[in-house]
């Protein structure tokens, strides 16, 4: 089975500017999320979505949106970009149960610097 | 607030046992589970423990104390290959949903 992935795996640009990044999940899982990493805060949540419904969200500003399509691919969009928001962004999916760990599976992330 | 703590750093030889703390404070608690994440990869699920006690998977254990706020990881006979971040997470949501908060990360070197 092929693993999370995600597009792009870098991108540059500039404060003010927007951005769009883009999840494909593990065939099968209906859950996707969406974390920002960076060295001082770790990993944050930002957002799940599960059947094309936003299902949590963090504490996040509104800037920060996302959608899952019918095919529980994603995107996530970043608009009017601060330098703040340079981090690596990850995706994870998982399947859903109603007991257990889930297991977050993560994509390898699309770097975001901000200049 | 909903915070997590664990050390910073740790650091130890090859064939050595290494314990890595993570104390919590959230609103809620449903399970503990623990990422490893190398540099420049993916985090990947290790363990979780949603009751008290000790969770066995090869070289890995975790701990969970829920009255103590308080869990570990404890990774035995350790290579080379174990250098990398570990993170602790609770879920705080009752719906096993995707959602985890996330501890700031354990660098570990392992040494020759």
């Known amino acids: 089975k092929a693993g999370v992935t995600q597009t792009p795996r870098y991108l540059i640009k500039t404060r003010g500017q927007q951005v769009t990044l883009s999840c494909s999940p593990i065939s099968g899982h209906r859950s996707v999320s969406w974390y920002q990493q960076t060295p001082g805060q770790g990993l944050q949540f930002l957002f799940e979505?599960?059947?094309?419904?936003?299902?949590n969200k963090g504490n996040f500003p509104g800037r920060f949106s996302g959608r899952q399509f019918s095919n529980s691919r994603s995107e996530m969009n970043v608009s009017t970009l601060e330098l703040g928001d340079s981090a690596l962004y990850l995706c994870?999916?998982?399947?859903?149960?109603?007991?257990?760990?889930?297991?977050?599976?993560f994509g390898p992330g699309t770097r975001l610097t901000v200049l | 607030g909903q915070s997590l703590e664990q050390p910073s750093e740790v650091t130890a030889v090859e064939g050595a046992i290494v314990q890595i703390n993570c104390t919590y404070q959230t609103s809620g608690f449903y399970g503990l589970s623990w990422y490893q994440q190398h540099d420049g990869g993916a985090p990947t699920f290790l363990s979780y423990?949603?009751?008290?006690g000790l969770e066995e998977t090869g070289r890995f254990s975790s701990f969970l104390s829920r009255s103590d706020s308080y869990g570990y990881l404890l990774l035995q006979e350790l290579q080379m290959k174990d250098s990398a971040s570990y993170f602790c997470a609770v879920r705080d949501d009752p719906s096993n949903t995707g959602k985890l908060i996330f501890g700031q990360g354990t660098t570990l070197q392992v040494k020759p």
């Open positions: 994870a999916s998982s399947l859903v149960t109603r007991e257990g760990p889930n297991e977050q599976f």
């Open positions: 423990n949603a009751l008290d």
């Open positions: 979505y599960f059947s094309e419904t936003q299902r």
